[in-house]
């Protein structure tokens, strides 16, 4: 196992890609972000994650989000990057671009688009392992790429040495039980949850931790759970995860006749970020909808119920967004 893999533990969330109102990537806010993650403890950064917008980017902007964060993050924590693609040789693409971009790790979905069975998926991550000398995660997220990485292969990519763990966004929480008691003989396998409302759960039964897309938002919180896990304080860390429920409402205020749930929940992280005066704006890549002055009033609301508004450095919407409606 290399070094990079051993430090894939605890929290790792995947980066929102803040822009501007001209659809760009926000250095500068990019930039905060990323400091204010850091500031928060986070274990890792995940770049051009699904909360990254990665669908939504150019190849020119993947490369300046991974360029921003590895240039912040500075060799702090592990930085990985998502090089999620339809074709396998897309994929070897992005993978090139990332690891000359200096990044630590990969995270790789199964092909998507076409329908590939569970060798075509073995195939394809042993193509884009075989093409860039860097630790991969395996992502399994069956609501965005409709073929699932059983838990079969998963195993079976491991004991070969395809990759290194796992991020888990199946919403199988119990085929996810069933895994973190199998990976246990594979020795320093990385095995994390990418629910963020049951953290707690998921570290209890052995998970190495969680890339929680929440996390943008509450680095802070997230990493007391982790902490308090660890601790084998399960009352703390049951404590900061009901709390974390309730702060995840955000994503609710969007109105679903006109947001689907990607818009919902992105929406509701940017509007968040911005009222705590992380980034300028709650813009989303286009086809997405973006909060408007209403419902960023309600994502207002809940951070002052949770608790992130008093400390916030501005709670004012910030530039671009529209005026409450009476």
């Known amino acids: 196992m290399t070094v990079v893999a051993k430090r894939l533990h605890g929290i790792i969330p995947p980066v929102c890609t803040p822009l501007t109102e001209e659809f760009e990537v926000d250095v500068p806010s990019l930039e905060r972000l990323v400091g ?26 993947r490369a300046t989000v991974i360029e921003t964060i590895v240039g912040v993050a500075g060799g702090r924590v592990p930085v990985i990057a998502g ?82 763990g796992l991020k888990d966004s199946s919403g199988d ?13 594979l020795p320093g396998f990385a095995t994390f949850t990418g629910a963020e ?3 707690d759960a998921a570290l209890a039964a052995g998970a190495r931790g969680s890339v929680p897309g929440l996390g943008n938002v509450d680095p802070h919180g997230f990493v007391r759970l982790y902490d308090a896990a660890c601790a084998g304080d399960p009352i703390t860390a049951r404590n900061e995860q009901e709390r974390l429920v309730r702060l995840f409402a ?55 119920e949770v608790g992130l508004l008093a400390s916030s450095p501005r709670s004012q919407p910030a530039r671009g967004t529209r005026p409450s409606r009476p």
């Open 83 to 164: 090089v999620v693609a339809p074709a396998t040789a897309a994929s070897i693409g992005h993978a090139r671009v990332a690891q000359r971009l200096g990044v630590d790790g990969l995270v790789l979905t199964a092909p998507f688009y076409l329908r590939p069975s569970q060798a075509e998926v073995v195939a394809h991550f042993r193509a884009v392992r075989a093409a860039v000398d860097l630790p991969i995660l395996a992502y399994d997220i069956p609501v965005a790429v409709p073929t699932k990485i059983e838990p079969a292969t998963v195993l079976a990519m491991a004991r070969e040495g395809l990759i290194v």
């Open 36 to 61: 204010f993650l850091l500031d928060g403890g986070v274990h890792g950064l995940f770049a051009l994650g699904t909360t990254s917008e990665n669908a939504l980017l150019t190849d020119r902007q």
């Open 250 to 304: 955000i994503i609710r205020p969007a109105d679903p006749g006109r947001f689907g749930p990607t818009a919902a929940f992105l929406g509701g992280f940017k509007s968040a970020l911005m009222l705590r005066g992380v980034l300028a704006t709650n813009v989303v890549a286009q086809p997405l909808t973006r909060y408007d002055g209403a419902e960023v009033d309600r994502v207002r609301a809940i951070l002052a």
């Open 173 to 185: 929480e119990t085929g996810f039980r069933s895994l973190l008691t199998d990976a246990r003989h």
């Open 197 to 199: 409302l049951l953290v």
